[in-house]
């Protein structure tokens, strides 16, 4: 290489990295798409609405929440994979699109790693394992004798393959060494309806979803996955303390961008969202729906993250004997 390519090179690179800052002081200068792949009203859609209205009134320009669910979260996944770099499009990404659902499906339409810009992570939600009231075990060791002396016996409901309620009943089952029968519902709304109805046994989901149920009476509560109790449930113990300690199954939610979009741009994103997390209106809406923040909160630790999750459940599946569709 000559010392004039030498030159050229060096001087390419200094104006990209100028038009990046440049471009990342100028955005967001219209509004912008946040994708969430599920329907109106559930937990990841009502974060989406908190952190979206929050960059709205920070900056001054709408964030549009775009609801496209369906195909086990891959339909709006694989939207964002496909749109422009340029931080106009961003993901509600969460453990259905980029841990799951790759899993579940032969061609999902992207690559979780390779097609995203990992921007911040909005929080994670401890699971809860709950039994219906006419189940005879008041804890989650009495459980774990019953299942494994009917093996096959015991019914747990989810809102459908690839949900938080599926996958953390499969990392149960396997880390318990008990087989369970999964029992699927179009949402997880018909699924505690069986559950009350005593159809089905037991659920485990996010602390928003099933704690009023707990706190109501209605259901059972055996633990949650925390590595300490929830201090307005002081009486739930955690799974290590029930005497699981190698359970481990939260939901979570971030956002992720197209592949290639600036990284100055996800630097002020993640700057933003970071921020966001800590008001106090935030971190009370964020405490009613079980939902905890994320101290260790950069790009690169939420690239570690999902790629550890993705493997996790990679293994999870398989060991399930569950065949791409």
Known sequence: MTVRSVVYTLAAVVLGCAASVVQAQEYPSKPIRLLVPFAPGGGNDTL???????????????????????????????????????????????????????????????????????????????????????????????????????????????????????????????????????????????????????????????????????????????????KSRLADMPDLPTFAEAGLPGYDANGWYSIHAPGGMPSAIAAKLNKEIVRIGTLPDVQERLRQLGTETVANNTPEQLTVFVRSELAKYTKVIQAAGIKPE
């Open 48 to 226: 989406a609405r908190i952190f979206g209205q929050k960059l709205s009134e920070s900056w001054g320009q709408q964030v549009i929440v775009d609801n496209r669910p369906g195909a086990g979260t891959t339909i709006a996944t694989a939207m964002a994979a496909r749109a422009a770099p340029d931080g106009y499009t961003l993901l509600l990404s969460s453990i259905a699109s980029h841990a799951v659902s790759p899993n579940l499906y032969r061609a999902p339409g992207y690559d979780p790693l390779k097609d995203f810009t990992p921007v911040a992570m909005l929080g994670i939600a401890p699971v809860v394992m709950g039994v219906n009231v006419g189940v005879p075990a008041k804890s989650v060791s009495e459980f774990i004798k019953l299942a494994k002396a009917k093996p096959g016996n015991f019914k747990y409901a989810s809102g459908g393959v690839g949900s938080v309620m599926h996958t953390s009943a499969m990392v149960f089952s396997q880390v318990a060494g008990v087989e369970m029968l999964h029992v699927p519902y179009k949402g997880a709304g018909p699924g505690y309806v069986a559950l009350l109805g005593q159809e089905v046994d037991l659920a485990i989901d996010t602390t928003a979803a099933l704690l009023p149920l707990v706190r109501s009476g209605k259901v059972r509560g055996l633990a949650v996955a925390r």
